[in-house]
C-alpha cells in the first residue's frame, strides 16, 4: 500500500438511523475498491463491518467499524457508525475525527429520528453533509415524497445531484444531474451502464441541473459571475462551487444508491474523491490550550487516540488520528495525559477486523496498532518537543441507569476490571461506585445499550451478574427553625466522658445574615458570634456552622469534634440515611467537664443533638429534577405528555424543530428510571430525549412519608 499525503486523505463517516444500510453500504465499497474479494450480508454475518459476537448475536451495529478504500488515488478512511440512538457515542467519536458526514436515509421511511439526531451533532460540530437515500428498490419508496419532506426539514440547501428514474423492485436507472448522464444496471449490479439521458428524462434533468448550477455558484462570486453571464459551468467549476459549499454547509448534495444491490456505491465513491473536501481544507482543530493545528506532514509528531477496540487472541488495538506530522514503527513518542514512554510497534490501515501494515502515516490520516503500554482512550501521543493534548469529543448525559452486581460475590473484582476494559471501548458507558447509595451503578443510553453491556459480560467474560433499580439520591433539609441539647455521660471506672452541647437549626440559603438572637416559647436567646465556618458540602448545598458559646462554657478546641458530630449527621441524614443539605447550626451553650471530657463527648452530643433538632426543625426530602427534552413526531405529541404527566412531570414549553416536535419539561429523576423503554413502546422507537440535572425540589408529602417508612424498615431489618 503506497503513502498518502495529506492532501490525498479524506475522512467519511457514514451515519444515520438503524437499518438504515450502512453496514451493506461498507461491504460494497469495499468490494467495490477491492479491498475485499466477496460481499458479506448482515444476515450471514459476514460483513467487515459488524465482526463482534454480541454484533452478530443482535444483528445491529454495536461499535464503529474503520476501514478506508483507495479510490482514484485517493484514501478513504471511512467509520462506519451505529445507527441505534443507544449507541450513538459511536457516531459522536466518528463525527469529531472526520470531516464529512454521509447520511444514509432508509428509502422505505424517509428521515427518521435517528436522522435528525445525527444532523443536529453535524450541526454543532459543523461538519459537511451529504445526504444518501438508499433501498430504492424497496415496494415502499417513495422517492419524490421523501425529496419533499427533506426539504421541508432543511430547506433549500438540499440538492439532488441524482434521482431514480423509477423505484421499487424494478430500480435499476438513475439519472446524474451534475454529470448529466445516465446510469444503469444489470440485476447483479457492479459497473454502470452510462449513457446519454434519454429524451424523456431530459426536462427535469435540466432543471435539476440548473437549480445546482445556481447553488454551486452562490459559494464563491467568481462562480457567481460567470453564472450571471453565461448562465451555466463547466463540471469543474461546479465541483468547485460544491466543495465550497459542502465545507460551508451551504449545500446539502442528495445522491442515490441501493446499496444490497451494489447499484450506485461507485458513483457516490467517485464524487467522495473527486468533490468532497480533503483534510487540508476543514477547520482546523483545537488543543486543549486552544491553539489551532495544522494537518501538516512536516509539523510535530502527534496522535490523538479516539477508540479502543478488544479482540480476542490480540488484546487492545488502539485507533488514532495523525493530527500533525507523520509516525512510523519504531517512533518513540510521549503520553501527554500520563507522562510515560510509548514505543510504536507495527502501524496499520484498518479494515474492520482485518490489518494492513504501513509504513508511515501522514498528518490527516488514521490507522491503528497493537500492544502499546499505556495508552487510553482520549490520550495523545506527541513526539519530541511537542506537548499538546487533545480533549475535543463530548459525550452526551446518560439516560438510562443499573445497579449492578455480580451474581457470585467473589467474581466483583473480575467484574469491575471488566466494566473499566469496556468503558475504554465505548465511553458512554460510565460506571460510578457511590459510596452514597452503596451501590455500582452503570449509565448508559437506553435499555438496549445496558442490555448489550450485560451480554457482554457474561458471553465475552464469563461473569454472570444482576441489574437492580438504582437507589434515588435523595437529600434531607429543613423549613424552620429548632433548638436542641444533648448530655453524653459515660463512666466506666478511671477516666469517664463528658460532653453537653447545645445548639440550633435552621434552613440556610446563600446571602443570610448572622443571627443576633432566637426566640423559642417566648425565651429570648441571644447570639454573639464568635466564629464562622461555611462548608461547601461534596453532595452540593452548604453547612454554615456558627459559635456563639460565651463564658467559657465549651473550651474552644473542642469546636472541631462538635462540627464532626454535625458533619457525621448529614452525610447520614435522620429521615432516610440520605445527605442533608443547606442547613445553619449554632452552638449557643454547653457544659464540659475538666477530666471526663474529650473530643469523642462532644462529638457524640453534637452528634445526638443535631439529629434532634433536625427532626423538630419541619425536615424535608428533596428529589433530584432533571431537565427533560423530548423531540418526537407530531402525531405521538398527545401520547407522550400524557405520560409524562403521569410522572409527575412539569411541562415547560413546546417548539417546532426540523420536522419534529420538540418537548421541554422538568421530571423527577425517580420517574426517569423507565423512560427510555417506555418512549420507544410509545413512539414505535421514533422519539428520542435528552436529559440534565436541574435543580433538587421538595417531593410530595405522601412520597416524603412512604420514604421515611420504608427506611425505617430497612434500618429494622439491619438490627435484627
Known amino acids: ?178 454529470l448529466m448522464k445516465k446510469y444503469s444496471w444489470k440485476p447483479e449490479g457492479g459497473m454502470p451502464i452510462i449513457e446519454e439521458i434519454p429524451a424523456s428524462e431530459m426536462d427535469k434533468a435540466m432543471e435539476l441541473h440548473r437549480a445546482l448550477v445556481e447553488a454551486a455558484a452562490e459559494n464563491d ?26 465545507v460551508t454547509r451551504s449545500i446539502f448534495p442528495v445522491f442515490c444508491v441501493c446499496a444490497g444491490e451494489d447499484k450506485g456505491v461507485r458513483r457516490l465513491m467517485e464524487f467522495l474523491g473527486n468533490v468532497v473536501p480533503f483534510v487540508s481544507e476543514m477547520p482546523k482543530v483545537h488543543n486543549t490550550r486552544g491553539e489551532d493545528i495544522t494537518p501538516a506532514t512536516d509539523g510535530p509528531a502527534s496522535l490523538y487516540f479516539f477508540k479502543t477496540g478488544m479482540e480476542p487472541h490480540i488484546g487492545e488495538v488502539s485507533y488514532f488520528k495523525v493530527m500533525s506530522g507523520s509516525v512510523k514503527p519504531g517512533d518513540d513518542l510521549t503520553n501527554a495525559d500520563r507522562g510515560s514512554k510509548e514505543r510504536m510497534g507495527q502501524i496499520y490501515a484498518c479494515a474492520g477486523a482485518n490489518r494492513i501494515p504501513v509504513d508511515v502515516l501522514n498528518a490527516g490520516d488514521i490507522g491503528c496498532t497493537v500492544k502499546l503500554k499505556d495508552v487510553k482512550t482520549g490520550n495523545t501521543l506527541n513526539g519530541k518537543d511537542c506537548e499538546w493534548r487533545f480533549d475535543f469529543i463530548k459525550y452526551p448525559n446518560s439516560k438510562y441507569s443499573r445497579a449492578i452486581k455480580a451474581a457470585s460475590a467473589g467474581d466483583t473484582e473480575k467484574m469491575m476490571a471488566a466494566l473499566v476494559k469496556m468503558r475504554q471501548e465505548d465511553p458512554t458507558w460510565v460506571v460510578e461506585q457511590s459510596k452514597e447509595l452503596r451501590q455500582t451503578i452503570v449509565h448508559g443510553q437506553g435499555e438496549f445499550h445496558l442490555r448489550t453491556l450485560k451480554w457482554r459480560m457474561e458471553n465475552n467474560e464469563k461473569i454472570a451478574v444482576q441489574f437492580g433499580e438504582p437507589k434515588i439520591p435523595y437529600r434531607e433539609t429543613i423549613t424552620k427553625k429548632a433548638k436542641a441539647e444533648y448530655r453524653h455521660k459515660k463512666q466506666s471506672g478511671g477516666a469517664g466522658q463528658f460532653g453537653e ?107 445526638h443533638a443535631f439529629s434532634d433538632a433536625f427532626k423538630n426543625a419541619g425536615p424535608k426530602i428533596l428529589e433530584p429534577i432533571y431537565d427533560l427534552e423530548v423531540f418526537v413526531p407530531a402525531d405521538y405529541m398527545g401520547d407522550v405528555m400524557s405520560d409524562l404527566q403521569g410522572r409527575r412531570a412539569l411541562i415547560m414549553g413546546m417548539d417546532s424543530e426540523a420536522g419534529y416536535q420538540k418537548l421541554q419539561a422538568k421530571i423527577p429523576l425517580k420517574e426517569l428510571s423507565n423512560y427510555s423503554i417506555s418512549l420507544s413502546s410509545l413512539t414505535g422507537g421514533r422519539a428520542s430525549f435528552t436529559t440534565k440535572f436541574a435543580s433538587y425540589e421538595l417531593v410530595p408529602n405522601e412520597i416524603q412519608t412512604k420514604l421515611i417508612t420504608e427506611h425505617e424498615a430497612e434500618q429494622k431489618e439491619e438490627d435484627e
Open 1 to 178: 500500500m503506497r503513502v498518502y499525503q495529506t492532501n490525498e486523505i479524506k475522512n467519511i463517516a457514514l451515519v444515520g438511523s438503524a437499518g438504515s444500510g450502512k453496514t451493506t453500504l461498507a461491504e460494497a465499497m469495499l468490494f467495490g475498491s477491492g479491498i475485499i474479494k466477496r460481499r458479506g450480508t448482515v444476515e450471514a454475518h459476514n460483513t467487515v463491518s459488524d465482526y463482534f459476537p454480541v454484533e452478530q448475536e443482535y444483528g445491529y451495529s454495536v461499535f464503529p467499524t474503520v476501514f478506508h478504500v483507495e479510490w482514484n488515488n485517493k484514501k478513504l478512511n471511512i467509520i462506519d457508525c451505529p445507527g441505534a440512538d443507544d449507541f450513538v457515542g459511536g457516531a459522536i467519536t466518528a463525527l469529531n475525527v472526520t470531516d464529512e458526514a454521509v447520511i444514509l436515509i432508509n428509502g422505505q421511511y424517509g428521515p427518521e429520528v435517528g436522522t435528525q439526531n445525527v444532523f443536529r451533532y453535524t450541526e454543532k460540530l459543523k461538519k459537511p453533509v451529504i445526504f444518501l437515500v438508499n433501498q430504492l428498490d424497496s415496494d415502499k419508496c417513495d422517492f419524490d415524497n421523501i425529496m419533499n419532506t427533506m426539504n421541508d426539514i432543511y430547506g433549500a440547501k438540499c440538492i439532488q445531484i441524482q434521482y431514480p428514474v423509477k423505484t421499487g423492485p424494478d430500480f435499476n436507472e438513475i439519472i446524474d444531474v451534475l
Open 221 to 246: 462570486e467568481g462562480l457567481m459571475e460567470k453564472f450571471f453571464e453565461e448562465e451555466s459551468l463547466t463540471e469543474d467549476e461546479l465541483r468547485e462551487g460544491i466543495r465550497k459549499g459542502l
Open 501 to 607: 452541647v447545645h445548639l440550633i437549626v435552621e434552613p440556610y440559603a446563600d446571602g443570610m445574615p448572622d443571627p443576633t438572637s432566637y426566640t423559642f416559647n417566648g425565651q429570648e436567646f441571644k447570639m454573639n458570634i464568635k466564629s464562622r465556618q461555611e462548608v461547601e458540602l461534596e453532595w452540593g448545598g452548604k453547612l454554615v456552622f456558627l459559635n456563639s458559646v460565651v463564658g467559657g462554657a465549651i473550651d474552644t478546641r473542642f469546636m472541631p469534634a462538635i462540627l464532626k458530630g454535625i458533619m457525621d449527621c448529614m452525610e447520614q441524614g435522620p429521615l432516610t440515611g440520605s445527605y442533608a443539605r443547606d442547613v445553619r447550626v449554632i452552638v449557643y451553650d454547653g457544659k464540659m467537664h475538666p477530666v471526663d471530657s474529650n473530643e469523642i463527648s462532644f462529638t457524640l452530643a453534637a452528634r
